[in-house]
């Protein structure tokens, strides 16, 4: 079992940035394909970025394209988003996500652990 924290989230200005941290509890941490997630006040959790163990493959949204940089550091069993320029549009829970699937997924179901969310709050 994967237990997965998120920190960094709060509430920032356009244009501003936050960093996003999420923590593994899991030892074979560097297994899995990890991701982040999105979900805004009424609309479905939608997917941000994603990174294989070996940092191999990183994919973006293409929302997100050129502003976030997904990263992930297997030693201290954490991955991060830096996230850049943000726009009030990114205003969401922001969701980290582990599973074994590879390539790395983009839907909710290629991902068997979640952790419980962190708010990102951009004000215009």
Same mark, same amino acid.
């Given at each position: ?11 920032? !200005? @356009?244009? *501003?940035?936050l960093r996003?941290?999420? #923590? +593994?509890?899991e030892?074979?941490?560097s297994s ?6 999105? !979900? @805004?006040? *009424?609309?479905?959790r939608?997917?941000? #970025? +994603? ?23 297997? #030693? ?7 996230m ?8 969401a829970?922001y969701y980290?996500?582990?599973g ?5 997924g ?10 419980q969310?962190t708010?990102?709050?951009?004000s215009?």
């Amino acid at each position: 079992q994967v237990q997965l924290v998120e920190s960094g989230g709060g509430l920032v !200005q @356009a244009g *501003g940035s936050l960093r996003l941290s999420c #923590a +593994a509890s899991e030892r074979t941490f560097s297994s899995y394909a990890m991701a982040w997630f999105r !979900q @805004a006040p *009424g609309n479905e959790r939608e997917f941000v #970025a +994603a990174v294989t163990w070996s940092r191999s493959y990183l994919y973006y949204t293409d929302s997100v394209k050129g502003r976030f940089s997904i990263s992930r550091d297997n #030693a201290k069993n954490t991955m991060y988003l830096q996230m850049n320029s943000l726009k009030p549009e990114d205003t969401a829970v922001y969701y980290c996500a582990a599973g074994l699937r590879l390539p790395p997924g983009k839907t909710r179901s290629d991902y068997d652990y979640w952790g419980q969310g962190t708010q990102v709050t951009v004000s215009s």
